[in-house]
Structures are given as C-alpha cells and as structure tokens.
C-alpha cells in the first residue's frame, strides 16, 4: 500500500495545496493520503492572524472531507497540533512507520521544502524513512534547481526523488489569501466550506456580520456545516427551492436562506443534537425522542434563528422541512418539496412531482407527501403523525 503524507501549516489551507494533494495522488497512485496540519513548524514563525490549532485542524478537515470524494481516501492527522514544542517531520514520520511498518510512505512537498531538506533535522533518518515527491509551479521556474536538488540527494544521501510539475496550478500563498482575507476578498482561492467556515468564525481579520449576511455570503457559511457528499443537495434544494418562490410569488431571498440552512446541523451525532435541543430548550415528542433523524429539522431552525437571524418565516420553514404539518405556510410547502425532490434526488421516480410542482403546488405536496409515506411505511420505519396529519389535510382540499 502506498500512503501519502502532506503537511504543511495550512493557514490557511487553500486550493493550490488541495490541487496539489489531488494530482500527487493520482500520479503516485496512492491508496491513502494524510493531511498534517503543522503545530509550531521549525523552518518559520507563525503569523500573528494565526487561528488556534483546533480552527485550523477543522479547516483541513473540511478540504479533506472534499478531496475523499475522489478514489484516494484522504484523512487528517492532528497529531502535530497536540504535541509541545517544534514539529519535526522526523517524528511524524517515525510515528507513521511505526503505524505501518511494512507500507511505502511518500512524504510531499513544495518547491521551497524540497530544495532545503538538507537542513532539516534528523534528515538521514528522514530521507530512510520515506520516499520524497517535490512539487513545482512550473518547469521553467523550477526543473534547473529541481535537478541540482535531485543529484545532490542522490550523491550526498543515496535517495531518489521525484518532482513533479503540477498543471492547473492554484499559484498563491498563503500569506497573500490571509492579506487579502483582511481586504474581503481571497474567497476563490478557498474550498468553499473553509471560506465559510473562516467568516462564521471571523478568522484572520473578516468581519462578517452572521445575523446579517448577503445570499452570496450565506452559501459558503452553511457549506461549512456540511460533509461534502450533502453539498450538491443543498445547493440544489436552494436552486429548486428560488425557482419555486418565483413561480408562486414568495420571497426569493426566504426561500433561498431557508433551503441553504436547512441541513445545518445534519452532520450532529444524535448526542449532539440532544445537547443542542437542552440548550435552545427544544421539547421532544416520542417519535422525536426515538428517530434522531428528525431531529436537525429543528436544532437546525433553532442555530438558523440565534446564529445567523433568521425571519421567524424561515425558522418555521426549516422547522417543518421534515415531517411537514397540516396548513403549511408558502414557504413550508416551498422549502418541504424542494428538499424532497431537487436534482440529485434519485431514492425513486420523482419525474411526475417534478413536473406538477411547477403546476399546482398543493396538489404537487399531496402528492410528495403520499410518495413519502408509502415509502417510509414499505421499508418498515417509523412515520411521524405528521407526515400523515398533512397528506391528509391536503386529501380533503381535493374531494
């Protein structure tokens, strides 16, 4: 097995180091990949706008959670935050090959760590315990040191490297994105989670305003509460949920808030979600109790209304998202069939809601809550009052 081992201080991490795990992957064939975000590195000082190790172990967890949808696994090792003093790559690796003694390490590196390895402390046993893959911005910048680099290696040490010239490459630092983080600007060279997850958290000098966030800065804010693989859904309830609102009259930007938040606390552990409904002092029903499943709709509408202000129009709307309810607003049936059938839904055959949604939309919710009752009673699970209290109230508004 080949393993991958990337680390940097990711302060933060940023699309370039996401490109260049991506392609090291692939070109070396790796089987898995780590990600180590650094805890006091020997080679340089921190910035002063450095955000505490836990930030920015989460921000690596994000870009790793994006780069696992890919065939390689990839994961975070922390451990370097964890420990005191300087963060000596010898040590992780040692750690690593003790973890597996028999599998090949691939340690990866920029341009810049590469042709100063020879500094590096303990680099005999560094250079014994794994093999090295360089990456380079270009091969006009970087081939001539690169091959200098590589023959003293192989002269002074024995070692064969590999550089590598990465296409497509993302060329900035990330001292240039935390100046222009300070600026309100250097998003796009961010993974969007982490872009959101810097600006709820007000990291190296944004200032966003959480209660009071453009649709624009909303997005990348509720990506950074979502694994990955939810993303696309999100996105697309919120799509499907802005076509809605325009067909039938309601507020866009409502329709648009309640649809990006409405899985925002989907990721919780059940015992997560308890603690959360203790806190917002959220009463459970039997079915609540027993399903943790239901229970994001409304921790979720409960951080939506204290974290980010939302109208009390949206709260209800994430509220009701899940098990639906008799007599729901505009904007409750809005937000319950965009989540249900936007594009990436494909658990059934979703065409004729599709179509009728855009139609006559109580009887495209008559129909959804039907479809979602039958299906949940055939596979045996539990079904909320609800869900039932609504199909039928909409039953008797088509006799």
């Keep these: 097995m080949r393993i991958g081992i ?3 201080t990711f302060d933060p991490i940023h699309l370039g180091h996401m490109c260049a795990a991506q392609y090291a992957a692939e070109l070396l064939h790796l089987d898995r990949l780590y990600l180590i975000p650094a805890g006091l590195p020997p ?5 002063d ?8 172990l989460h921000m690596t967890e994000l870009a790793a959670d994006a780069l696992s949808r890919t065939e390689c696994p990839v994961e975070v090792w922390g451990e370097e ?3 005191e ?8 690796l040692r750690a690593f090959r003790e973890r597996y003694p028999e599998e090949e390490l691939w340690l990866l590196m920029g341009t810049d760590m590469f042709l100063t390895i020879q500094t590096w402390y303990h680099v005999e046993e560094l250079l014994q315990l794994c093999r090295i893959c360089a990456f380079g911005r270009s091969e006009k910048d970087t081939e001539e040191l690169f091959a200098i680099q590589r023959d003293y290696l192989k002269e002074r040490y024995g070692v064969s490297a590999t550089t590598v010239v990465l296409p497509k490459l993302v060329d900035i630092s990330s001292t240039a994105i935390r100046k222009r983080l300070r600026a309100g600007e250097g998003g796009e060279f961010l993974l969007p989670a982490v872009y959101g997850y810097i600006l709820r958290h007000g990291l190296y000098g944004t200032k966003a305003d959480l209660k009071h966030l453009s649709i624009r800065q909303l997005r990348p804010v509720a990506m950074s509460y979502l694994k990955a693989r939810r993303v696309p859904h999100v996105l697309g309830t919120e799509e499907t949920a802005a076509k809605l609102a325009r067909r039938y009259g309601a507020d866009e930007e409502e329709a648009r808030r309640a649809a990006l938040l409405h899985d925002c606390t989907k990721r919780l552990t059940q015992e997560e979600q308890l603690a959360l409904c203790r806190h917002y002092h959220i009463e459970l029903d039997e079915y609540e109790r027993r399903e943790g499943k239901l229970l994001h709709a409304k921790t979720g509408a409960a951080v939506a209304r204290d974290v980010f202000g939302v109208s009390e129009a949206v709260y209800h ?3 009701w998202h899940t098990t639906g309810k008799a007599d729901m607003t505009l904007l409750e049936k809005i937000l319950y069939l965009a989540d249900y059938m936007e594009p990436s839904r494909d658990f059934c055959d979703l065409r004729e809601l599709r179509r009728l949604a855009f139609e006559d939309l109580d009887r495209a919710l008559l129909l959804g809550f039907t479809m979602a009752v039958e299906d949940l009673s055939d596979q045996g699970m539990a079904l909320h009052p609800n869900s039932v209290y609504a199909r039928d109230y909409l039953k008797g508004m088509f006799p």
């Design 49 to 56: 706008s450095t955000p505490a190790p836990e930030h920015r």
């Design 85 to 92: 003093g300087k963060s000596y790559t010898v040590n992780t």
């Design 317 to 319: 709307a994430i509220w």
């Design 6 to 8: 990337y680390g940097g």
């Design 81 to 83: 935050l964890r420990q």
């Design 43 to 47: 080679h340089k000082h921190l910035a």
